[in-house]
């Protein structure tokens, strides 16, 4: 079973890697004018130069062989852009990326859970209101929010810094940006699987103990609706974690989504398969992850698992 | 595992301290809103539950009795509208208090604590994904009754009370790993952990096998003898007839008749009891309608010739589970359908009898032995050479609702079987429509119906007259009535009957209800895990029953 399932990430990464480098060899233009930042602009010695340097005299096969090999040591090689280990750049972008990801699924998760525990199957009113507002804050892109959000809090109330900036208080207004539509999508799933569950006859008999309202949402309900909502917070948090390049442009930050902008822009060979073969291994982990939070929860799962 | 026995000697500790009448309703009255106004499903009933007495509420469905259960735990449904003149339960030091007007916080504190539920299939009236132990326990934590670190000692004690083998390992197991009959007692463990005086139990028996709802309403009878009041809600008058003292006969919301058990049973005065009791099928009712109590006419003498219809010859058939362990779901199977003549089959969930229903329409391919339908090899034949042979053998299941399109009419579905094995035009096909459907006593307005706007019995009805377009031999019946209230049931099997006399039809009726297979069959065959245990006339097998799993069977049916 373990070993299935290394073989299956294993084929994973492998198929990320190689479906990028075809794609990337696929794009016509010239490697060289992008290292060199244009074209013509080196002679045809110093060109032949940087060719060998990044092993672009080499037929495509071998090209691919050596990319796959080195990879597998866990060596990506220079970004064509920065001079730089692929690594080391993509390392210096993980970390704002990183505290935005975790810092808006958190958040995103707090009011979701507020919210659908609070209205799933009760209050009529709220419900309605909080249901439109998702729907709402679904429909708008991100960018709008995040310009609406520094619009007010930043340039009429200058709360937080408009652009760039360090610590908590740079990251406040982003996460924010960030959080909301994960937030109204989770609290949809989530209040979909409450609502399911204080259906089934179970919920009755748990009523008919004198156990509260809320609290047989919190004992109960809750662990059936978690099922649902764990596979798409993996889901969205694989995604945030692969950048959010709108939210990083609107607060100019760094991040993963900006140097995969810039990668893809520039086509920068060994940085792009980088990033690939990054956000597929998050992909695969974060799915280990779910499958092994599935167990937990439902034990129904665990002797078909065995 | 001696239920009778752990139940009394544990439950004496726990009986209530007084006697007298632990539950009052008067006048009870449950309304729900509708476009047209309030709806009235329970209109003024009124009856008491004394301290050791089982009340049974009898009805079908529909009929209220399932509404007023909930409606005394205050968990009527959103929107209900309850009153009564009196709604008065004693309190543990036997003093009455009022249950009207009660704030959800007080119902709260009534709910588990002084009223004890118990719903139906415990599969899913137990939440799957918490263990057993914490299931039974919660009552206990929610009242505050004892603090956490000794909750796990007394979680253990209940399900020993209601009779479950080895509560320490029970109750660190989740449902799904526990058979139907021990799930259910830890429900009933669950209703009784906070000890209410008072149980109500709604349909508590009614997913399970007859020999485990013997041992389920030996685990009630127990808990009256401890002086526990019970009001038993069942659609079921034979479990009524046996654990009740008093049974109340409910029909559109109204008590019709109440009193003490044997009388109504024996000499019932409504004439809705009457119709209700002479409805359900038994030994007593061969030979005679269900729903007139007419003495039908004697079956048209079949011809001596004992060729049969169908065989099966040494079925087996093999399930590989998950964990590659095999299944027999049937082992050496033989039997003979004949002419005009019906073979019940019956037998406990799983015993194999839908498999072989499946095998003798060629839906299943056995892995050993051989069928022959009108003298083919069917389980040998390709499906292309048994398609035209498929008209011959039509079958009705428990719910049709499933197999028909809900988009079609009526008419439409009973078309289907024309257009596949006819050539009759549009016109021809619509008039043989009109005659199918009078056949099944269906109004013919019926016809331009669609599935869901129908009754359980007229859904049935129509699947029987799309069986019978084709103008079958063989009827393979697989729980055809089990969906249905007795009184639809009675309609249903006389039908049936009827067809069977006019059509000279073979039935293969497989059931797990002794009572029906009784009333319906000339043979007998009587399956367990995948084995015909014993098969004969009917009135042998169950007059002089020569397997010991056949005298179990018969002996845990419980009796009008």
Known sequence: MALRRFGIIAAVLWGAATITFVAVKAIPGDPVAILTGGENVVDAAEREALVRQFGLDQPLPVQYLRYIGQALRGDFGDSYQYRQPVLEVIGEAAGPTLQLAGTAMALALGLAFVSALATAGRRKGLRTVLAGLELAVLSTPVYWVGLLLLTVFSFYLGWFPIIGGEGIHALILPAIALCLPLAALLAQVLRDGLEEALLQPFALTVRTRGVSETQLRLRHALRHAALAVSTLTGTLFAGVLAGSILTETVFGRAGVGQITLQAIKTRDMPLLLGLVMLSALVSVLINLAVDALYLLIDPRLRRAAR | ?560
């Not at chain 2, 509404?67 to 205050?74: E, F, I, M, P």
């Not at chain 2, 309403?217 to 659609?235: D, N, P």
């Not at chain 2, 129509?462 to 063989?474: G, Y």
Request: aromatic residues 2%; hydrophobic residues 40%; contains cysteine.
């Open chain 2, 1 to 560: 595992m001696n239920v009778q026995l752990v139940g009394r000697q544990d439950l004496t500790l726990a009986a209530p301290a007084s006697r007298g009448t632990i539950l009052e309703v008067e006048d009870l009255h449950i309304a729900f809103p509708s476009r047209l106004g309030p709806r009235e499903v329970v209109r003024g009933i009124s009856f008491q539950i004394g301290a050791g007495e089982i009340l049974a509420i009898v009805g079908e469905s529909g009929s209220g009795k399932s509404v007023t259960a909930r409606a005394l735990v205050g968990l009527a449904g959103p929107g209900s509208q309850v009153h009564a003149k009196a709604l008065r339960l004693a309190d543990h030091d036997g003093e009455p208090r009022s249950l009207t007007g009660l704030s959800e916080r007080q119902w709260s504190r009534i709910r588990g604590r002084k009223i004890g539920f118990v719903l139906q299939d415990a599969l899913v009236s137990l939440d799957p994904l918490r263990t057993i132990g914490r299931e039974v326990g919660e009552p206990l934590l929610t009242h505050g009754l004892l603090p956490r670190n000794e909750i796990g000692k007394e979680i253990e004690t209940l399900l020993a009370r209601v009779g479950i083998p080895d509560p320490a390992v029970r109750a660190a197991q989740y449902p799904h790993e526990l058979s139907g009959g021990l799930r259910q007692r830890a429900l009933i463990a669950s209703a009784l952990a906070a000890r209410p005086r008072l149980l109500i139990a709604d349909e508590p028996t009614t997913a399970l096998d007859v020999t485990v709802q013997q041992q389920i309403l030996g685990v009630f009878q127990a808990l009256a003898k401890a002086g526990h009041g019970i009001l038993l809600i069942t659609h079921d008058l034979a479990v009524a007839a046996q654990l009740a003292d008093r049974i109340a006969v409910m029909q559109n919301g109204e008590l019709v008749e109440t009193g003490p058990a044997r009388a109504v049973l024996r000499d019932p005065r409504h004439e809705y009891t009457q119709r209700l009791l002479s409805a359900v099928p038994s030994a007593a009712t061969r030979g005679r309608w269900l729903s007139t109590q007419g003495t039908r006419p004697a079956k048209p003498p079949q011809p001596e010739r004992v060729e049969p219809i169908l065989a099966l010859r040494d079925i087996a058939v093999r399930f590989t589970r998950p964990d590659r362990s095999v299944t027999h779901a049937a082992n050496g199977v033989s039997l003979h359908v004949h002419p005009g003549a019906t073979l019940g089959i019956v037998g406990e969930s799983g015993s194999g009898k839908t498999t072989i229903g499946k095998v003798a329409l060629a839906l299943r391919k056995p892995d050993a032995g051989e069928v022959l339908f009108r003298g083919h090899a069917w389980s040998q034949l390709s499906e292309r050479q048994r398609r035209p042979l498929r008209r011959h053998i039509q079958t009705i299941v428990q719910d049709p609702l499933n197999s028909f399109d809900p988009r079609y009419t009526v008419e439409r579905i009973i078309e289907q079987p024309l257009l596949l094995h006819t050539d009759l035009a549009k016109a021809e096909r619509s008039a043989r429509a009109q005659e199918l459907i009078q056949l099944v006593n269906l109004p013919p307005d019926v016809l331009d119906r669609r599935p869901t706007a129908l009754s359980g019995g007229q859904r049935q009805r129509v699947s029987i007259a799309q069986a019978l377009a084709s103008e079958p031999d063989l009827l393979i019946c697989d729980e055809p009535v089990s969906a249905l209230d007795v009184t639809t049931q009675a309609q249903v099997l006389d039908l049936l009957i009827a067809l069977q006399h006019r059509l000279g039809l073979a039935m293969l009726f497989i059931s797990h209800d002794l009572g029906v297979i009784r009333h319906m069959s000339d043979r007998i065959a009587v399956m367990k895990d995948g084995v015909i245990v014993e098969t004969g006339p009917a009135d042998d097998v169950f007059d002089a029953p020569k397997h010991d799993y056949t005298r179990r069977l018969l002996a845990a049916v419980p009796r009008l």
